[in-house]
Protein backbone atom coordinates (compact mmCIF):
# COMPACT_ATOMS: atom_id res chain seq x y z
CA UNK A 1 0.00 0.00 0.00
CA UNK A 2 1.64 3.09 -0.80
CA UNK A 3 0.84 6.55 0.74
CA UNK A 4 0.42 9.48 -1.58
CA UNK A 5 0.41 13.12 -1.33
CA UNK A 6 -0.64 15.74 -3.88
CA UNK A 7 0.13 19.26 -3.81
CA UNK A 8 0.32 21.84 -6.14
CA UNK A 9 -2.98 22.91 -6.55
CA UNK A 10 -4.26 26.75 -6.26
CA UNK A 11 -6.61 29.22 -8.50
CA UNK A 12 -5.57 30.08 -11.96
CA UNK A 13 -7.69 32.24 -14.93
CA UNK A 14 -8.40 30.40 -17.77
CA UNK A 15 -5.96 29.47 -20.64
CA UNK A 16 -3.67 29.44 -17.10
CA UNK A 17 -1.45 26.14 -16.27
CA UNK A 18 -0.78 24.14 -13.43
CA UNK A 19 1.68 21.28 -12.38
CA UNK A 20 0.74 18.61 -9.99
CA UNK A 21 2.64 16.74 -8.22
CA UNK A 22 2.64 13.67 -5.90
CA UNK A 23 4.77 12.45 -3.55
CA UNK A 24 5.03 8.48 -3.24
CA UNK A 25 6.04 6.63 0.21
CA UNK A 26 6.02 3.83 1.68
CA UNK A 27 6.68 1.07 -0.82
CA UNK A 28 8.51 1.04 -4.33
CA UNK A 29 6.40 2.58 -7.17
CA UNK A 30 7.92 0.70 -9.97
CA UNK A 31 5.34 -2.13 -9.21
CA UNK A 32 2.28 0.43 -9.49
CA UNK A 33 0.27 1.68 -12.05
CA UNK A 34 -0.64 5.67 -11.51
CA UNK A 35 -3.63 7.73 -12.40
CA UNK A 36 -4.78 11.22 -11.90
CA UNK A 37 -8.43 11.31 -11.01
CA UNK A 38 -10.80 14.56 -10.49
CA UNK A 39 -14.06 15.01 -8.57
CA UNK A 40 -15.90 18.47 -9.12
CA UNK A 41 -18.57 19.34 -6.44
CA UNK A 42 -22.19 16.89 -7.81
CA UNK A 43 -20.26 14.73 -10.04
CA UNK A 44 -18.53 11.53 -9.87
CA UNK A 45 -14.72 10.83 -9.25
CA UNK A 46 -13.61 10.51 -13.14
CA UNK A 47 -9.76 9.52 -14.59
CA UNK A 48 -8.12 12.20 -16.25
CA UNK A 49 -4.83 10.77 -16.83
CA UNK A 50 -3.03 7.08 -16.52
CA UNK A 51 0.80 5.61 -16.49
CA UNK A 52 2.01 2.74 -16.73
CA UNK A 53 4.52 1.15 -14.57
CA UNK A 54 7.87 2.22 -16.76
CA UNK A 55 6.95 5.39 -17.99
CA UNK A 56 6.15 4.58 -21.29
CA UNK A 57 2.79 4.49 -22.14
CA UNK A 58 0.29 7.21 -20.44
CA UNK A 59 -3.56 7.55 -21.21
CA UNK A 60 -5.94 10.38 -20.87
CA UNK A 61 -9.33 11.71 -20.95
CA UNK A 62 -10.86 13.07 -24.07
CA UNK A 63 -11.69 15.91 -21.90
CA UNK A 64 -8.13 16.65 -21.26
CA UNK A 65 -5.90 14.89 -24.20
CA UNK A 66 -3.16 17.67 -25.65
CA UNK A 67 -3.88 19.77 -22.43
CA UNK A 68 -2.18 17.70 -19.97
CA UNK A 69 0.48 15.99 -19.20
CA UNK A 70 1.07 13.21 -16.99
CA UNK A 71 4.61 11.86 -15.91
CA UNK A 72 6.64 9.77 -13.10
CA UNK A 73 9.62 10.05 -11.89
CA UNK A 74 10.04 6.34 -9.62
CA UNK A 75 14.13 6.83 -9.17
CA UNK A 76 12.37 10.10 -6.94
CA UNK A 77 9.04 8.64 -6.12
CA UNK A 78 7.17 10.87 -8.15
CA UNK A 79 4.12 11.57 -10.15
CA UNK A 80 3.39 14.57 -11.97
CA UNK A 81 0.61 15.96 -13.71
CA UNK A 82 1.29 19.27 -15.99
CA UNK A 83 -2.40 21.28 -16.87
CA UNK A 84 -1.93 23.61 -19.88
CA UNK A 85 -4.41 26.02 -21.42
CA UNK A 86 -6.83 25.58 -18.24
CA UNK A 87 -10.76 25.91 -18.38
CA UNK A 88 -13.35 26.48 -15.92
CA UNK A 89 -14.43 23.09 -16.08
CA UNK A 90 -11.23 21.68 -15.50
CA UNK A 91 -11.95 23.19 -11.52
CA UNK A 92 -12.26 20.12 -9.45
CA UNK A 93 -10.08 18.05 -6.77
CA UNK A 94 -7.61 16.09 -7.68
CA UNK A 95 -6.50 13.10 -6.52
CA UNK A 96 -3.41 10.37 -7.41
CA UNK A 97 -3.92 6.90 -7.14
CA UNK A 98 -1.69 4.03 -7.47
CA UNK A 99 -2.99 0.51 -8.78
CA UNK A 100 -0.52 -2.35 -8.00
CA UNK A 101 -0.05 -4.28 -11.41
CA UNK A 102 -0.53 -3.80 -14.52
CA UNK A 103 -2.73 -1.05 -15.59
CA UNK A 104 -6.01 -2.31 -16.08
CA UNK A 105 -9.49 -0.84 -15.73
CA UNK A 106 -7.71 1.99 -16.05
CA UNK A 107 -10.66 4.54 -15.80
CA UNK A 108 -12.58 2.42 -13.17
CA UNK A 109 -11.55 4.54 -9.75
CA UNK A 110 -12.44 0.75 -7.89
CA UNK A 111 -9.35 -0.56 -9.51
CA UNK A 112 -6.86 1.73 -7.53
CA UNK A 113 -6.13 0.86 -3.96
CA UNK A 114 -4.04 4.16 -2.56
CA UNK A 115 -5.52 7.20 -3.00
CA UNK A 116 -4.25 10.95 -2.01
CA UNK A 117 -6.04 13.52 0.17
CA UNK A 118 -6.32 15.79 -3.22
CA UNK A 119 -5.78 18.84 -4.15
CA UNK A 120 -8.06 21.79 -5.25
CA UNK A 121 -8.01 23.35 -8.27
CA UNK A 122 -10.19 26.23 -9.32
CA UNK A 123 -10.24 27.76 -13.29
CA UNK A 124 -11.79 31.23 -13.17
CA UNK A 125 -13.29 32.17 -16.58
Known amino acids: QLHLAESGGGSVQAGGSLTLDCAIS????????MAWFRQSRGNEREGVAVISRDGRSTYYSDSVKGRFTISRDNAKDTLGLQMNTLKPEDTAMYYCAARFGPCDSIWYSGAYSSWGRGTQVTVSS
Open 26 to 33: GSSPYSYC
